[in-house]
C-alpha cells in the first residue's frame, strides 16, 4: 500500500443513494377515512416535490409480502442533505406521526476526491422502471479483502457473468463502507421476482458466494404511484397497478416515473 | 459453469407461495364484543373472497402454543401481486387496525424462464388437507454449494428416503433464494405434530443435516376454518375443530378446504 | 440407516407438555382494583378449568427475578389441541386482554408411531411438586449427532451419573426437534435455585457440556397457586407460599398441586 | 470426576444476589407532578422497608448513560424469595404501572449442599459503598472448562494480581449457572469509572481474557439514595449526590447505606 | 505482566465523551403545535445551559437517513457525573417525555492513576466543528491482543498512515473497555460523508481490519444548531444549515460551536 493519495478537485459529482422502509403504526387505521385521506395526500406531496429536484424518487410497495414494512421509497440525489430535508419534510405530514422506519440503507456512487483512480468505476445509478426492485444490504467476510487482486477480480467476472445471462435483470449496487452497517447496497430491477431468484440461485454455487458474511433482509418491492402504495396501507385500494401511469407533477399532471 | 442461458417462453407458470402470520393486540380484546365480531367477519369474508381466486388459501392456528402468532395463512398462487392485494384488502378490515404481522415467508416453485433445466424439477404445491401443517425458514451454510453434485445428491437421496419412511407427513418445499431472508421454505403437512418430531429427530443424523445455517422458528399450525382461528384471539370459541367443515364461498356455501 | 419404518397402531400415547410464558402489560396496574381482580379470577378458573381435564397444569412465580415475563404455566396432556384450547380460553378472560407471551416452548413424550423402539425410551413426566422448577430451551451442535453410538452414551452416561448424585433435583426433558425452535426442553424440579447452580456448574466440565449449541433463557420459577402468581402481578400480595395449598377445583375444594 | 457426593447438612448458608434494572415510560413524565412524587414516594418507602430486612439493597442511577435503564436496584440476601416478594411489592406501587425491567441478574454465593468442598471458596459479598458500581453478565467459552486444574489456575492467578493492582477496585463476582442466562455476574465497586476502564483494558491480554464468550452488556451505576434516582426519572432534580445520605429506615432516620 | 502498578496522583485529567441517541415518538408530533414548540425549546434550553459548563455538547441530525435515530448528542466533560446530570435534566423537559434513547456510547480519555504510562498517551478531544461526524461502537477479536507489541504497532502504523492521507477526515476515537459494550468509540469528522467512505473502503484491504469483531451500527451526522435539529422532528424545518450559527447562549447570543 504504498501508493500516495492527494487531493484531486473537479471530480465527477455522483450520488447519494437512499433505500427508506415506512411501516404504519395498524392504529392509524382507526382513524376517520378523511383524516386518513388528507395525510396521505399531504406525504405524497411532498414526494412529488423532491422528487422534482432529486435525480430519482420512486415508490415500492411491500404490502402483504414483508412483515416488517408497508412501502419504501428509493432516493437518488447528489447532495446529502436532500435525504435529511425530505426526512424532516416527511415528519410535518399527518400521516408521518403514525409511521415507523424499521430500516434505512445509505449508499453512493461518489468518486473519491483522493487519487485512488483504480478503485472506483463506479457509474452512475439510472434506473429503468422495472415493475420489481429487489434490495438488501451486504457484507462480505473480512478474508475477501486479503485475497490477491487477481483472485478476487477473477471471482467478480464469473459472478458478473452469471449476472449477464439473466437479460431482465439490472444491477444497481452501490458503496456503503462507513457510512451505514453494510458495504454494499445490492439493488436489482427484474420483471418477475422468480427470475430473480432463480439468478441467486444460480449465484450460489459462485466462488464470489464464499465469501458472503451477510446479505439479508432482502426486500421485493413492487413499482407504483406512491399514491398506491399509501392507499394500500388501509386497504382504500387492494389494485396496485405498474408504472404505467406513475406520479403526479405539482401542478397536477400525472407522469410516467421520473429518470432524470 | 460454460454453459449459457436463453430466454425461454411458455415455460410452466409456478406458483407464488406465501405463509403470512398475524398476532392481535391484546388491546383488541378489551373492545365491545359486537365490534370484535364485526371486524373478525370483515377479515373472514377477504379471506373468502380470495380464496375464490387463488390457487389456495387456507388458514392455521397457532393460538396457546407460539409465543409470537395466533395465526397465519398460506396462500398459493401463480401470480405475485396476489399477495399485495390481500394484503391490502386486509389491511382495509377493522381487525386490520389491531394486527401486526411477526414474520411473512415468500417463495416459490416458478421455473426458471432461462434454460437450466437439469436444475429446476419443483413440481406444483398441491395440499392435501391433513390436520397439521409445520413450516419453517431454512439456510444452509455455504460449503454446501461447493461440495459436487454427486455429493449433493447421494445426501438429499438418503434424506428423501428417511422422509418417505413416515408416510403420514407431506411435504411442500419451496424456494426463496433471493426474494426472501431464507433459501427454502420446508412445509409439511402431518397427522399428528408429534410425528413431524420423530421424522426431525431422526434426520438429525443424516448427511444434509450437517449442512444446516438456521432452521427456525419453526411453526406447528392446525388447519382449522378462518373463522376459528380468528375466534380463538378473544376466546369466542375454545374449540379448534379441524378441517371437516372449512370455509364459506362468498355465495354462503360452507366446503372442505380449497385444494384447486 | 438401512432398518426400513412402518406405522405401528396402538403404541403407547405419550404427552405434549408445554412451558407458557406471561407478562402483564404495565398499564393493566392502573386499572381499579375491582377490574383487575375480576381479570385475575376468570384467568385462574380457566386454569383451574383445564387442571381438571389435562395430566398436569401448574403454574410458576418469576416475578421480581426474571426481566422478561411474571408467571409461567406447566402444562402436561396427551391431546396436543389442549394447549390450543387452553390458550383460546385464557384470550376469552379480561386478563387476557393485557398479557403478552414472551416465550413458549413445546415439547412431548410421545412415541413414534413407527418402528424406531431404540431411540424412544422416553417415560411419562410426573412432577413431584417440588418448590422451584428450571427450566430452558437446549439445542446441542449438528456434530454432536455424528459421534458414534458409544461415545454419545459414554458421555450421557457421564451426565446422567452426575446428575443422580445431586438427589434433591428430578430431571423431566421432553424433546422438540421439528415441532419447536429447540431441540430439547430440560426441565428440573428442585428444593432450592442455588443447588442447581451447583449441579450446572459441576456439569460444565463434562463430556456432554462440550457439545452445547444454545441453553438459555433460564427460567426460574416457584411453584405457587395460580391465584398468588396472579396477585403479584400488581402486589395484590407479595408473600408467595409454596406448594401446600394448591389449586381450587371446579366444585371449589382446594387441594394439593394436580399430580395424576 | 470418581469422587462421590453426598448432601451435607448444615452448611454455611451464603446469599441470592439480585441486579434488577428499571426503565420508565416516557409517558410517565407527562403526569401531574404530584401523582408522580406519589409513585416515586410509594417505590422508595418499599426499597427503604425491604432494606430493613435483607443484608443489602442499593440503588444506583445509570440516567443519562446507558440508553436501556434508568436505575438498578443490587440486592443481597440468604433468601431466594425475598427477590420475589420485593418484585411483587414494587408491582404494588403506582410507579410500578410504569415501569419496564430491560435485564435483570441472578446470582448466588450459596454453597453446595453436596461434598465437593474444593469447589466453593467463595466468601460473602460486602459491599464497601464506593460511588460507582459496574457490573455485567459472564459467559466463558467450553473450551476453558476443559483446560486441566492447573492451567486455570493458573490464568486465574494472573487474572487476581492484575486486578489487585487496581487498589481502588473491589470484586464482588457471584454465580448464575443454570439459574440465569450468564455463568458469573462480575461487578466492582469503583472510585471513578476511568479507573475500571483501565483495569478491564489491561486484562485484555491476560491469558484469562481469551476465554471470553460474552460479557456485554456493560452497566457503570452510581451508588445514590433510590430517592434521587427515581427524581432523576422527571428531571425534579439534576443532582446526584452520592452516597453520603444513604437511605430513609422505615422510622424515618436517614442513614449511610446498609451494610450488614 | 511482572511491572507493578502504584497509584498516582496529580495525573492530567482527561475526558469522559458521550453519544446520546434520540428518536421520537411519532405520537408527539400529533401534539398542537405550540405544545411541540415549548417542549423544543425546553430541551434546547438545556442543552444550551450545558454547553456552557462543559468541554463541549454539540448536536447532529440523522433525521432522514438513520432507521433508529433522529438526532444525537455529543457531550466531552472532564466530570463522569456531568452526563447523568444532563440527562435527568432533560427528562425534565417536555420533550424528554416523548423521546426513547435507542443508542448511548460512553467513553473516556482519562490516564490511568496507575503507572502504566506506556498505555495511554491519549490527547484531549478537542472537534473542529466540520459539517459531518462519523460515529460507530468498535469490538476487536480477542487474538488481536494476543499479537506481539510489535505486529499491533506495524498495524497501528499502517492504518494510520492510510487515514492521514484523507487530510480532511479528523479522527477523535475513545476508549470504553470496560466501561461501555464496546471497547473503542471511533468518532471522525468529515467535510462530506462519501469522503470517509473511501477511507474506509481503503482500510479495509489494512492489516489491522483483519482483527474486527463488531464495528457497527455506524451513524453518520450533521452538525446543526440543536434547535434546527429539534424542527426537523417535526418538519418545522426542512432546512438544515450547517456549523455556521451554533448555539443560543444562556443569555440569548448566539455563537459558533463552543470547542473550549
Same mark, same amino acid.
Given at each position: ?5 492527494e ?10 443513494v ?38 430519482? %424518487?420512486?415508490? !415500492?410497495s411491500? &404490502?402483504? *409480502?414483508? =412483515?416488517?414494512?408497508? $412501502? ?60 420489481? %426492485?429487489?434490495? !438488501?444490504?451486504? &457484507?462480505? *467476510?473480512r =478474508?475477501?479483502?486479503? $485475497?490477491?487482486?487477481?483472485e ?43 427470475d ?26 413492487? $413499482? ?28 397536477g ?8
Amino acid at each position: 500500500m504504498a501508493e500516495s493519495y492527494e487531493r484531486i478537485e473537479g471530480v465527477e459529482v455522483g450520488q447519494y443513494v437512499g433505500y427508506r422502509f415506512f411501516a404504519v403504526d395498524p392504529a392509524w387505521r382507526r382513524l376517520p377515512v378523511e383524516e386518513r385521506m388528507a395525510g396521505k395526500e399531504a406525504f405524497a406531496d411532498v414526494v412529488d416535490e423532491f422528487a422534482g429536484r432529486m435525480e430519482g %424518487l420512486r415508490a !415500492y410497495s411491500t &404490502v402483504g *409480502v414483508r =412483515p416488517d414494512a408497508d $412501502l419504501f421509497l428509493w432516493t437518488i440525489t447528489e447532495r446529502y442533505d436532500d435525504l435529511l430535508e425530505l426526512g424532516a419534510a416527511l415528519n410535518g405530514t399527518p400521516l408521518g406521526a403514525w409511521l415507523t422506519v424499521p430500516h434505512s440503507y445509505l449508499g453512493t456512487t461518489k468518486p473519491s476526491v483522493y487519487t485512488d483512480k483504480k478503485r472506483i468505476r463506479q457509474g452512475r445509478i439510472a434506473p429503468r422502471n422495472a415493475p420489481y %426492485l429487489i434490495v !438488501y444490504p451486504f &457484507v462480505k *467476510v473480512r =478474508p475477501w479483502y486479503f $485475497l490477491s487482486f487477481e483472485e478476487r477480480a477473477a471471482a467478480m467476472r464469473e459472478h458478473a457473468e452469471i449476472g449477464a445471462r439473466f437479460v431482465t435483470i439490472t444491477n444497481h449496487t452501490t458503496y456503503s463502507f462507513g457510512i451505514d452497517d453494510q458495504e454494499f447496497i445490492p439493488a436489482f430491477e427484474a420483471e418477475e421476482p422468480a427470475d430473480f431468484m432463480h439468478l441467486m440461485m444460480t449465484l450460489r454455487e459462485s466462488e464470489a458466494s464464499r465469501w458472503t458474511e451477510r446479505d439479508t433482509p432482502i426486500f421485493v418491492g413492487k $413499482l407504483v404511484d406512491v399514491r398506491d402504495a399509501l392507499d394500500a396501507l388501509d386497504g382504500a385500494t387492494t389494485e396496485l397497478p405498474g408504472a404505467a401511469s406513475l406520479y403526479t407533477a405539482p401542478d397536477g399532471t400525472r407522469y410516467p416515473a421520473p429518470s432524470r
